[in-house]
Structures are given as C-alpha cells and as structure tokens.
C-alpha cells in the first residue's frame, strides 16, 4: 500500500465504524507513513475536480466566501510559491495571525507544502506577550489582517528585525501586500519536501500557572494526529460542519481544519459581532450545519430560545472546554432528540478521551479512550489507579502526540518519564472504562485531610442561576488548614450581596458533601489568559496573602454566616 492509501484506510475504518465503539478501538491503528505529506498527497489528490465546498465563510451582514476542495488546493498553491518568493523555506517560521478568513486555511495549508513552521496567534495579542512570541518562536515570517499589523506596527524596530510582513486586507505601508499571492503560479512543486517527523506547528500554550510552553507538533502528529478527532466529532464525508472557535487556538486547527477535511466535510463559519440566539439557529437552518461543537456558553443561552421552533439538521452536537449544566443538555435533547456530547484533549494531543456517537452517556463522565489512545491512570507513585494523573502509555505511543515543547528539556523529561506522557489532569475510571475530569493536579487540594476537586465544585455552582462563571481555590483557615473559596462573576440581573451569597450557599449545601462545601465565596473578576482561561494560580496567591479568618473585604462571604439562626 501507499502512504495515501494507509492514510485512507485509516480514515475509512473510523468512519465506517463510527458508532461501533469497540470495534474502532479494536481494529484501528495509526497508519505508518514513511514519506507523506498531508497537504501534498492528500489533499491535493482528494481535491482534483472536486466541486464540493471545502469552506464556507458567512458573515453577518450576509456576505459570503467559499472556495471548493479543488480552489483551496489551487489557491494554497499559489500561496506557498508566493511565500517563497519571498525567501520563505522549510523550517522557517511563520506567525499566522488572522480571523475567520479564506486566508487563513489557504496559508496553512501552502505551509504544510513548503515545510514552513506555523505559530497560530490570535489577533488580540499585544505588546510584552506579541513581543515574547517573536523572540522565543524565532519568527522570520508574519502574516497578519489589519488588527494584527497595528499591534506588530507597536512594538520596536529591534523586536521586528529580519522579520518579513506580509499584511492580508490590501496595501499598507512597511508590508508586503498578501494580494500578491493570486498573480504566483497555480501548481507547486517541492524542492525540499518535508517529511512526517518536521516540525509543523508551534503553539504557545495559555500559561495559566506560568509563562507559555510553545508545544511543537510534526507534519503527521496534527494533519494526521486529528483522526481520533474526526471518531469524536462524528464527521462524515459530504457533512457541514461548524465549530464555534477563535483561531490561535489548538481547538480551532482540531475542528476547524483538521478533523473536518480528513472527513471530506465542508468547513462552515459564521462569523459574528454579538451573540444573537435566532440569529445563530436561523443560521445553523439555512445553511443545512450537520454537526456542530459550541462552548458552553453558546449552548447555555441558545436554551433561552424555544429550540424546537427550528427545524435542524444536525445529526452531532458536541460541547469542549469547560462542564455542561445536565439541564441544558436534557433541554436540548427534549427539544431535538439529540444529545450533547464531550471529551478531552490537549493542546500537546489531539482529542484523547470522548463520548463517541452511539454510545451510551453516563453523566459527569468525558467519555472513553478514542481509537489510537492507551490511557492510563496513575497515583502519586507512578502506578496504574482507579484515580489518578490521565498519562498516554508510550509502548503503544499516538502518532498524535506532540514532538516536544521547543527548547525545554527539562519539561519534556518532566512530562514524559517511566513509559507514559503525563497530562497533569486527574481523572477516575469506573468498571466499563468511562472516565470522570477531577481536575488539573495542580489545582487538586486538601481540607480537614479530604481530596477536593475544584472542577466537582465548580460544575455545581455554575447550575445556579446566578453564577455566570466560577474559580474554586484552596483558602487558608485555622481549624482545617484550607477551605474551598469559590470566586463567582454573577449572571446579569443578580446582586452580588449576602442575600444571592446564601441562595448559593444553601444551593451547594443540597447537591454538595459537607467535607467538601465551598466555605467562602467571593464575588469578583476573575484573572485569565488571553484565551479565556482562569488563572487560577493568582487566585491561590491571592489567598495565601490575606488572614485566615473572618470576612477580608466586602465583597467576600462566609457559609457560616449563611445558615438559618
């Protein structure tokens, strides 16, 4: 067999067995690939005369762009000869700073060609941290829309020397204008063609206990990788798929890029200034979405509408990144008989651990380990446990799994060491192998000697009503050591006083154990990284500061005060 033709067979196997749990993980395996190339050998052989839509971009005002599989194979072409006009080669990097636009899929995939090292970045980043991703990352090349340019055009000429700029939206002063692309030649040939093990993507992680790890994944660990991705979405050739994600983030090469185009899917985004409920269904109606991943968030208020008022065709709902309320999920089932599913991964992995279409759902858990993943659980010592740190078994090591962080050999020997990669979550597994999210080992703490997880907690609180979001941390106390202190930023239309403090305390007190109730709650902002997680680890800090008794200011309460005289 070829390459592609493994590839393939990999591929098909998923999908025919998409519903068929056991045998998936049974029979599948990842495909051996000596010198393969996704872009060159995959995609450019799927795409010859294929009219079928590869990507549909719809913007509010109802401007729409799209190009087939056959244009974006053409179009990434011209793209990858363009950037190396100018002076591009493999192994150098490239930080793809860009929105939801056609741009963006057509340069990652004229990277993939040339070989070029792609840093993915939001457009919102700025100063010390843009600054800190150039240097480390090594940049030579930047591609960027106008946001972006106005914050690269900020920093100093010493952090931008020897970089190249090349600025998608039209001509601008000190870049080159990305508009050169479409006058480069239409077909593409490698002079230096990369192979499976070269670099591909560099991600700088969301530092949320410190400064940013840049994880480097390879040709094969990603394009090739997210076929576990396309078992957990459920993809099948011909769906449109929509997941709601920022760029800049690993999710969004995961669902965005990668796992839909293994599926021969159409990538379909919708780009939107506010979130609109009926806007968001008349969209996913008219456009005839198939399968759809969302936050949590975005499911929570579009249960504000009557769903059942539009008729959908969605076949696969899935949800990623933080709990799902159970009652959001019944609400959506009632409504259209279809229930929402999750799982989990890494930046450092592709989807590892997931609920799989056809299976059965057991609540709180995240699901099996999806086809091509060996998970173990492991306690303090190292040894396999019903609870512990969820580790890869590297004798059966995932093609998916990242290279390495760049530069960080203590960190890569720290993450993977006596035969397994370690995540640094912790989870438990039952009798039928479905595993429950504990929480980040470094956020699990002990009060009055129990084990506490902040995730269990959190879950629970963000059912009331009035909570909007949620952060438990360990708070110091004289009698028992630590006390869970939950940080909450209230939903709209609630008063952060004692009245809602009680409502919520007395909420917890019948979902929760009393070893493990939230003692204090404080009603506050929380810390977070630029894509949106909480930095818990300020939080922590902040405690580990401020006396270890009564209220510290007022805006903090205390459970006990809460209690009916």
């Excluded at 399968?291 to 899935?318: F, G, K, N, S, Y």
């Amino acid at each position: 067999m070829t390459n592609l033709e493994r590839f393939l067979a990999a591929r098909d196997l998923l999908q025919a067995y998409s519903t068929d749990y056991e045998r998936a993980t049974r029979e599948f395996a990842w495909p051996e690939l000596t010198d393969f190339n996704w872009a060159l050998d995959y995609f450019d052989a799927i795409a010859v005369g294929n009219d079928q839509p590869a990507l549909r971009i719809l913007e509010e005002s109802g401007a729409e762009a799209s190009l087939t599989y056959a244009e974006l194979s053409t179009r990434s072409a011209q793209v990858a000869n363009f950037l190396a006009g100018l002076g591009a080669r493999k192994g150098d990097r490239m930080l793809l700073m860009l929105s939801n636009e056609i741009a963006l899929w057509e340069a990652m995939l004229a990277a993939i060609k040339l070989g070029v090292v792609v840093i993915p970045a939001t457009p919102l980043l700025s100063g010390a941290d843009l600054a800190d991703r150039l240097e480390r990352g090594k940049v030579a090349l930047i591609l960027t829309n106008a946001t972006g340019a106005s914050k690269i055009d900020e920093l100093s000429a010493a952090a931008l020397a020897g970089i190249r700029r090349i600025h998608v939206g039209g001509a601008r002063a000190g870049w080159t204008n990305y508009a050169g692309a479409s006058a480069a030649a239409t077909a593409f040939a490698s002079t230096d063609r990369p192979r499976p093990a070269d670099p591909l993507l560099e991600y700088f992680t969301s530092g949320t206990t410190s400064r940013p790890k840049l994880v480097r994944h390879t040709q094969a660990s990603y394009p090739v990788g997210h076929l576990s991705t396309l078992y957990w979405l459920g993809l099948k050739k011909g769906d449109v798929h929509w997941t709601i994600s920022s760029p800049g983030w690993a999710k969004h090469a995961w669902s965005c890029v990668f796992a839909p185009l293994n599926a021969q899917a159409t990538i379909f985004i919708y780009n939107y200034t506010r979130f609109n409920g009926p806007a968001i269904l008349d969209v996913l109606v008219k456009n005839g979405v198939t399968t759809l991943c969302a936050p949590p968030t975005v499911w929570r208020m579009l249960i504000q509408e009557d769903l059942t008022r539009w008729p959908v065709r969605l076949r696969e709902l899935i949800s990623a990144g933080e709990p799902l309320n159970p009652e959001v999920i019944e609400q959506v089932r009632a409504a259209w008989d279809i229930t929402i599913r999750d799982g989990f991964g890494q930046t450092e992995t592709t989807a590892m651990i997931g609920n799989s279409p056809g299976q059965a759902l057991k609540p709180g858990s995240m699901g099996r380990p999806l086809p091509g993943y060996r998970i173990a659980l492991l306690d303090v010592d190292g040894n396999p446990a019903e609870e512990g740190e969820i580790s890869i078994d590297l004798k059966a090591r995932p093609l998916s799994l990242m290279q390495g962080y760049a530069a960080d050999d203590a960190k890569n020997a720290e993450v993977m060491r006596d035969g397994y990669y370690r995540t640094g979550d912790v989870g438990t597994r039952d009798a039928q192998g479905y595993i429950t999210y504990v929480g980040r080992a470094d956020d699990v703490f002990k009060a009055s000697g129990y084990r506490i997880s902040p995730f269990e907690l959190e879950s629970a609180l963000i059912e009331h009503p009035a909570v909007a979001e949620a952060a438990v941390v360990p708070s110091p106390d004289p009698l028992r050591g630590f006390v869970p202190k939950a940080y909450v930023i209230l939903a709209a239309g609630h008063a952060p006083d004692a009245a809602t403090a009680a409502d919520i305390f007395r909420f917890l007190r019948e979902r929760v154990s009393g070893y493990k109730l939230v003692r204090r709650i404080e009603f506050s902002d929380l810390p977070k990284t630029i894509s949106g997680k909480i930095r818990r680890v300020e939080l922590r800090g902040q405690e580990k500061d401020r006396p270890a008794t009564g209220p510290r200011n007022p805006s903090e309460f205390l459970e006990e005060a809460s209690r009916p005289a």
